[in-house]
């Protein structure tokens, strides 16, 4: 059974940078095929893909938030790590991890963590 | 980067209806990387319906998913309570993914 988990703090003052942490189980990141991403949902708005880290290492960004984002994987300790600099009130929301396996599920997110969400305020 | 337009915004329908809501991208996009998710307040999103047309593992089969090219649709043959919620659209493509605004299908 696959689950992910994301952690992190809730509140964080603008110009500061998040650090977010997904600890997965169920499946590994080095299998090849396999990728974990972030996506992020405002108070009653549409989902945004934020970044993505394949099995290989490979890594793919949001072109609008690319310069903001870090996306890292530690396979020995089953955990992808997400970093948002500069972070402003815009960005609260709730951020979710989630699993693709690009063999199976071609790009889609089959599995998702429950969502943490972050505020931005000061 | 491909933005993903879906229609209507609310669909207002009574259980045992048909839901068609419509996914359309500002440019072409391979079948194989269309996706279809419902989300229900407070919820995280479920995957539905990938490569445009399947099902997910465990979804019913009221679920559908057709189309290709710039258009694309999901459809619910017959509504039931629990099929009431946000349904969003996503591509993969160019290393990128994107969402639709989403769809929300609420009791009439």
């Known amino acids: 059974q696959i689950t992910l988990k994301e952690s992190g703090p809730t509140l964080v003052k603008p110009t500061q940078t998040l650090t977010l942490t997904c600890t997965f189980s169920g499946f590994s990141l080095s299998t090849s095929g396999v990728g974990v991403g972030w996506i992020r949902q405002p108070p009653g708005k549409a989902l945004e893909w934020l970044a993505l880290?394949?099995?290989?290492?490979?890594?793919r960004y949001s072109p609008s938030l690319k310069s903001r984002l870090t996306i890292t994987k530690d396979t020995s300790k089953n955990q992808v790590v997400l970093t948002m600099t500069n972070m402003d009130p815009v960005d609260t929301a709730t951020y979710y991890c989630?699993?693709?396996?690009?063999?199976?599920?071609?790009?889609?997110?089959?599995?998702w963590g429950q969502g943490t969400m972050v505020t931005v305020s000061s | 980067e491909i933005v993903l337009t879906q229609s209507p915004g609310t669909l207002s329908l009574s259980p045992g209806e048909r839901a068609t809501l419509s996914c359309r991208a500002s440019q072409s996009v391979s079948s194989s990387y269309l996706a279809w998710y419902q989300q229900k307040p407070g919820q995280a999103p479920r995957l539905l319906i990938y490569g445009a047309s399947s099902r997910a593992t465990g979804i019913p089969d009221r679920f559908s998913g057709s189309g290709s090219g710039t258009d694309f649709t999901l459809t619910i043959s017959r509504l039931e309570p629990e099929d009431f919620a946000v349904y969003y659209c996503q591509q993969y493509g160019s290393s990128s993914w994107t969402f639709g605004q989403g769809t929300k299908v609420e009791i009439k």
């Open positions: 880290i394949y099995w290989n290492d490979d890594k």
């Open positions: 989630a699993h693709m396996y690009y063999y199976d599920s071609l790009g889609a997110f089959d599995i």
